[in-house]
């Protein structure tokens, strides 16, 4: 439940490089480090938080 209330938050405050076009290789560590985070809590929320 934690997950998916976080993965909402992510969703509303934190862009999206997705829609962004970030080229992967040239993404700044803070920009891999948000990516990182938003894909850790994605897949925890999908997962149900197991």
Same mark, same amino acid.
């Given at each position: 439940? +934690?997950? *998916?209330? /976080?993965?909402?938050? $992510? #969703? &509303? =405050? +934190?862009?999206?490089?997705? *829609? #962004?076009? /970030?080229? !992967?290789? #040239? &993404?700044? #560590? %803070?920009? /891999? &480090? !948000?990516?990182? %985070?938003?894909?850790? =809590?994605?897949?925890? &929320? +999908?997962?149900?938080? $197991?």
């Amino acid at each position: 439940m +934690l997950y *998916k209330i /976080l993965a909402k938050i $992510n #969703k &509303a =405050v +934190l862009p999206s490089f997705t *829609k #962004k076009g /970030l080229d !992967l290789s #040239k &993404a700044s #560590k %803070w920009q /891999l &480090a !948000l990516i990182g %985070w938003r894909y850790y =809590v994605t897949t925890r &929320a +999908l997962d149900g938080g $197991n």
